[in-house]
């Protein structure tokens, strides 16, 4: 036989048995394991684009990449002077719509109904005085001592100052009942709509300082100081300390294993000695095809239901898409101790 053929054929020889070895290790579960269930996934460590909520000139931002962030760590803060202006400018008008609203609860202080009542004492004396200017100016007109132009002027200077004395008392009536109960409303209304402005305006320049939410480490310093940002523009992007999740997939036959709260130990290339614990926190009621991400030995085409394991004290030895194997504790079966 030529030694090319028998090259090759040793060649493929090897190769199915590579391949036989990789199906005998690599399976999604064990069926030869009575106390363990093993899956294979990959590491999930969540992210955070950190971002203002308004827009302004960025000012400073203290973290670089890598650094470790605790939550409420103040990260960045943009120019807030335009923010503090208008918050003075809402307080102003808190104030200005709390004083009227104290005038008008509190109505008129005794000097000026005193004032009142003095205003309609020189009109009613106006009045009488035109009343008196009148009559006399009627008999003159009969005897035809006066023209009718001064009798006709003296009859509408009796009607103004009717008209004035009216609007006087009316105006004395007014300062000593008080202000009515919608003007004390509306000017309520008016406060409660100053005091909400203020409170915008503070939320604004809160929002000019940006906090971490969670503990996490910088991935990404994306902009820096004396950039103009809009609101929602990307800073810092952060992963987060926790939690920390493994994705896996189990076949429809073992999904009777699984449930949330199943216990599990996580271990990894790096560091396979030393486990790390978990639970199964989520198993999906959909079906999906297997993902290109699950190498396994079985049929790609093949349907699995995803879950997600957490790692209760996760560390840096967990990064994200890290391959990992995790072992599932199976239920004890009917007469097992």
Do not use: C
């Not at 009718?148 to 009316?170: G, P, Y």
């Amino acid at each position: 036989m030529p030694k090319r053929v028998i090259a090759g054929a040793a060649i493929v020889a090897i190769i199915a048995l590579g391949g036989f070895f990789l199906t005998s290790q690599m399976g999604r579960f064990s069926a030869d394991d009575d106390e363990a269930l093993v899956l294979y996934g990959n590491v999930e460590i969540r992210q955070i684009e950190l971002a203002f909520r308004v827009s302004g000139r960025l000012e400073e931002v203290m973290l670089e990449e890598g650094d470790a962030v605790i939550a409420g760590d103040l990260v960045a803060r943009l120019d807030a002077i335009p923010y503090s202006d208008a918050l003075k400018i809402a307080q102003a008008e808190v104030a200005i719509r709390t004083a009227e609203l104290s005038r008008l609860e509190a109505g008129l202080r005794p000097a000026e109904i005193d004032r009142a009542r003095a205003r309609v004492a020189e009109l009613e004396a106006s009045a009488r005085m035109a009343l008196q200017n009148y009559d006399r100016q009627e008999v003159l007109v009969k005897s035809d001592v006066v023209s009718k132009q001064i009798f006709d002027e003296s009859t509408a200077a009796l009607r103004v100052a009717n008209e004035r004395l009216a609007a006087a008392r009316e105006d004395l009536a007014i300062a000593i009942e008080g202000f009515r109960s919608e003007e004390i409303a509306a000017a309520s209304a008016g406060v409660q709509a100053a005091e909400a402005a203020a409170s915008s305006a503070q939320t604004r320049v809160n929002d000019a300082s940006l906090v971490a939410p969670s503990d996490g480490i910088i991935l990404s310093r994306i902009n820096e100081r004396g950039s103009i940002l809009q609101a929602g523009e990307p800073v810092l992007i952060m992963a987060l300390t926790r939690p920390v999740w493994i994705r896996a997939y189990v076949e429809e036959p073992a999904l009777g294993l699984v449930a949330p709260g199943t216990l599990a130990e996580i271990f990894t290339d790096a560091d396979p000695d030393h486990p790390y614990q978990g639970q199964v926190g989520f198993v999906s009621p959909v079906a999906e095809f297997t993902p290109r991400t699950v190498e396994t030995p079985d049929l790609r085409s093949d349907l699995v239901y995803q879950l997600r394991i957490i790692v209760e004290a996760p560390d840096d030895g967990l990064r994200q898409g890290m391959p990992v194997t995790i072992q599932l504790a199976l239920p004890k079966k009917a007469g097992d101790r």
